[in-house]
């Protein structure tokens, strides 16, 4: 196998880009809380990219994309990058070093626990945040990554489509939102009290850079430099505006003003929707999944709302019915126009593969409920898992890091 | 045309024929004279 210069570049540069995310995502989630949290918040970001970046290294990858073992998990064999070197690895990606491959599926492991965070802002004791991240990417990201994108995994062999991480990321890390946020109740005052964003702009600019790094997470999914590259970077841009545009139309007709922060919301649900199907469709399947997204995680937000949980900055109604949808378009508007080594979806002639992506979703769905559940309590024996009442009322920021995030 | 761009137009008609025909309502305005009340210096001379 030849080491092609292009990709590699492609893929390391698409690599930084998704590490920019999850910065990024600390922005996003800071300005929606309140002052007195916003630097705990920005926090959980930038510690899960240390933490993870360590753990995926040491058997993260390993277990995740390691040689097979029952088609649930991969061996340990890569333990400590042991077996990864420059050679290319033909299952994953042949014309680049296979640790650059390592590396780009590094910023997926990253992101996808700091993306919970958000259901249990302003309330979780760091302590136990710090123990949750690490047991969750070991016992439900890495194993759910192998059963879709490695070599042997269950369900890449029964053929689900998943291009970047519609059911490994953000299902996974939506529905452990929920979890989460049921298991920790609510915050002090939820309900009675308004609990107002501190910083919009913080908020807008964090969705604008989460766009400009999604672009190397579907389109640096394709692993090489060409056209499959340009189509998901096309088809993602496309289904993002799309998604932002019809938010902001159902909340100016719900709420009879176009909303800023529900623009910014909106995109960010056309990126997770369009994650899983970015190297299956064409642009015409793009705009109905950001139409898609747009709708259905707009109602989801007004569901959440109505039975009064408190997913604090909406992880489940954005990530896991916005992954939910877009593995689920996947199913039906997948055509091998696009992809030739993939399947058509239902609108070209294929209805099994919408039976494969709902197999794909009820996995995800089922195992992060259950393994979060499972770990939450696991630590709570050790670590309380909320902060006191007391340390919730003067803030996480300084209860928690003994800082304040202005000194104004 | 196939089914997916004709869902595709649908969905597009749909959201831009929305801003055309979608009232919109302004946040009624603080009255500017309330607002200066709250930014008038307090002195603190002896």
Known sequence: MKIDSGDTAWVLASAALVMLMTPALGFFYGGLVRRKNVLSTIMHSFFILCLISVQWVLWGYSLAFGPDKFHLIGGLEWIGLNNVGFTPNADYAPTIPHQAYMVFQMMFAVITPALISGAFAERQRFKAFVIFSLLWATFVYDPIAHWVWGAGGWLHNLGALDFAGGTVVHISSGVSALVAALVLGRRLGFGKEKVEPHDATMTVLGACLLWFGWFGFNAGSAVAAGSLATSAFVVTNTATAMAALTWMTVSWYHKRQPSVLGAAAGAVAGLVAITPASGFVNVMGAIVIGFGAGVFCYMAIQLRERIHVDDALDVWAVHGIGGTWGALATGLFATVAINSTAANGLFYGNPKQVLFQLAAIGASWAWAAGGTFVILKIVNIFVPLRVQEDEELLGLDISQHGEPAYAL | ?46
């Open chain 2, 1 to 46: 045309m196939d089914a997916t761009t004709v869902l595709a137009v649908i969905c597009s008609a749909i959201v831009f024929a929305g801003w055309v025909v979608l009232p919109h309502s302004a946040t009624p305005i603080v009255k500017a004279s309330v607002l200066s009340e709250e930014r008038t210096p307090v002195s603190v001379s002896a």
